[in-house]
């Protein structure tokens, strides 16, 4: 790992169960999570060595509803640095269909990190940022 994952918890939030915090603990995907409100959850991320985000430092922001495991938590990237990457809006909000109509109650906050870090990680070439050199005038 990168650096240490940083877990902490609240009993004064039963819903998110213990074994998921201990299981973020023991085994972080490149990622680390400052979970004193576990509404809402802060998750840092590194990009993985080799790829394109190799050493760049991402925020995500998990937000679970009173419906979770059984609904999807919202899940975007927030703070100075949103990933410039062809499923990431500038906004943040990110396309992944785990996060939506392929969620399952059986997927845990470590694999949707690990899916995001995958997604990054496929990234062949970062997309234009600027609208200029994304156009091609043709002159005739």
């Known amino acids: 790992m990168p650096y240490d994952s940083i877990v902490s918890w609240s009993t004064s939030y039963p819903i998110l169960p213990l074994t998921l915090l201990s299981r973020l603990e023991a085994d972080p995907p490149l990622c680390a999570l400052d979970s004193s409100r576990a509404i809402r959850w802060i998750v840092d991320m590194e990009g993985a060595p080799g790829t394109l985000y190799e050493g760049e430092k991402f925020q995500l922001l998990f937000k679970f509803?009173?419906?979770?495991?059984?609904?999807?938590?919202q899940v975007m990237f927030t703070g100075d640095n949103i990933p410039v990457h062809p499923h990431v809006y500038s906004n943040g909000?990110?396309?992944?269909?785990?996060?939506?109509?392929?969620?399952?109650p059986a997927l845990s906050v470590q694999s949707v990190c690990l899916s995001i870090i995958s997604m990054l990680s496929s990234c062949k070439e970062k997309p234009c940022t600027s609208k200029a050199k994304a156009t091609t005038w043709w002159t005739g």
């Open 65 to 73: 509803s009173s419906r979770y495991p059984f609904d999807s938590p």
């Open 93 to 104: 909000h990110i396309c992944l269909s785990i996060l939506t109509e392929d969620w399952s």
